[in-house]
């Protein structure tokens, strides 16, 4: 009867309707949860017969019913904060936990480290990422992001670099270890160190043997020598330096090496020093100390050797890298967060607690490194917020409320005529 599939109609509508604001309610409950994604609900109609058969046409509706609920994957708003651990994706991809039901993904990075000093989201879910060696460069293996030792042991100085000009209108000397400052045109003083971590300070002495060749040489004072006498200075390295008639650094010749520090150092640490790419290494000039007309001065020096040092502080940069800073001024990197992308972002299956996990319609994870490949990049003291639009979902929720009175109203008004057949008989 007709009247009474106008009353069936209804009751779909009223049921249709009620899950949408079961959709609608979910996003306005969820406007303050970090990285959350809003949802969509959508709609289908139900076909029910049609008056000519076969031959379509003329057809009578059931009514309507919830057929998907659809995921919105746009970008959330990025809100600054003060914690070093606070991480938004900025772009496409999400954050890998170890959840309970395996790897999820979430956009939620209010995370921290626990007692153990492992990564983890609020609820103790550990972050993937990928592991540093040992000279801090980042590899591709994916582990869990692990805080450093709070110490770091002393490491001795291997090759010292040197960045310079030598002045090609000095005289010709001989050196003199005997009277290093007057036998040579130019010092130059650098501190390395010994392989318990101990500072030495050693001076490099410059002396022009030659037309464009230069001789070096390295002293440490006798406080700092095995079998050292205080006020003296005693050889430690030597070697040369040879320029084209261009003043361009040509060729390194390595002499003696062999540091001996008292006090526990090792009696035969060698340190190279490193005075650029010369042009027997491949070098153009460019990059190497030169031999011109003008005033001899270092323009930069470093060494790789540092002491025992303490953790002081952590940082994430805008790439997802962990870093470590120490106490003696040396920072390494730790680690680097995982960004995980999918084919499909909104086939994802949600799993509460911000998390999702993939499905057939979402596709496999494919972990990488954040602004690479697709990804977005990670964005360090930063939160994204939920994506959800609270006016947009207030006038989605009159519309749905309105959506419920009419077809309420359809109930109403197929419940008066039936009233009206009954009282045919009276």
């Known amino acids: ?64 019913k919830l057929a998907h609920i659809k995921t919105q994957m746009n970008q959330g708003d990025i809100t600054r904060t003060e914690s070093i651990t606070d991480l938004a994706v900025n772009g496409n991809g999400f954050f890998i936990a170890d959840a309970p039901f395996g790897r999820g993904y979430t956009r939620d990075g209010s995370l921290n480290f626990n007692k153990d000093g492992v990564l983890v989201n609020g609820d103790g879910f550990q972050i993937y990422g990928f592991t540093a060696d040992e000279k801090g460069v980042i590899t591709n293996k994916l582990e869990m992001i692990k805080l450093p030792g709070t110490t770091i042991p002393a490491k001795s100085s291997e090759e010292v670099s040197v960045m310079m000009n030598l002045d090609t209108r000095e005289n010709k000397k001989e050196f003199d270890i ?35 060749l230069w001789e070096y040489h390295v002293a440490a004072e006798g406080k700092d020598v095995n079998n050292g006498v205080q006020g ?48 027997k290494e491949g070098g153009n000039g460019l990059m190497a100390s030169t031999q011109y007309g003008s ?23 805008d790439k997802g890298v962990l870093t470590a800073v120490y106490d003696n001024g040396e920072a390494k990197d730790m680690g680097q967060i995982a960004v995980a992308k999918f084919e499909n972002n ?72 039936l009233q009206e057949v009954l009282g045919l008989k009276r």
Do not use: C, W
């Open 232 to 279: 003296k200075m005693y050889e430690m390295a030597s070697g040369k330096l040879k320029f084209n008639e261009k003043g361009i650094l040509a060729e390194e010749i390595e002499g003696k090496n062999a540091f001996s520090f008292n006090k526990g150092a090792s009696p035969d640490q060698k340190i190279r020093f490193n005075f650029g790419e010369s042009i």
């Open 178 to 212: 005997e009277q290093p400052d007057k036998t040579s045109a130019y010092s130059n003083s650098v501190t390395v160190y010994d392989n318990i971590g101990t500072a030495r300070l050693v001076t490099i002495y410059f002396n022009k043997s030659d037309d464009n």
């Open 346 to 417: 909104e086939g994802l299956f949600k799993v509460g607690k911000n998390l999702f996990k993939e499905s057939k319609t979402s596709g496999q994870a494919a972990p990488g490194k954040p602004g690479e490949g697709g990804r977005g990049e990670v964005l360090s003291k930063s939160l994204e917020l939920s994506n959800v639009d609270i006016a947009n979902e207030f006038v989605n929720l009159m519309a749905s409320q309105r959506n419920f009175q009419a077809n309420a109203k359809t109930i109403q008004t197929s419940d008066q005529m």
């Open 1 to 64: 009867m007709g009247i009474l599939r106008a009353l069936n109609v209804g009751v779909t509508g009223l049921a249709a309707a009620g899950s949408g604001m079961t959709v609608i309610g979910d996003n306005i409950a969820n406007a303050g949860t970090v990285g959350f994604k809003g949802s969509r609900a959508e709609f289908q109609d139900v076909l029910a017969t049609s008056l000519k058969g076969i031959d379509g046409g003329d057809q009578f509706g059931s009514g309507t």
């Open 295 to 317: 005033r001899s001065t270092v323009s930069r020096h470093g060494q790789d050797g540092h002491s025992a040092a303490t953790l002081t502080s952590l940082s994430f940069n």
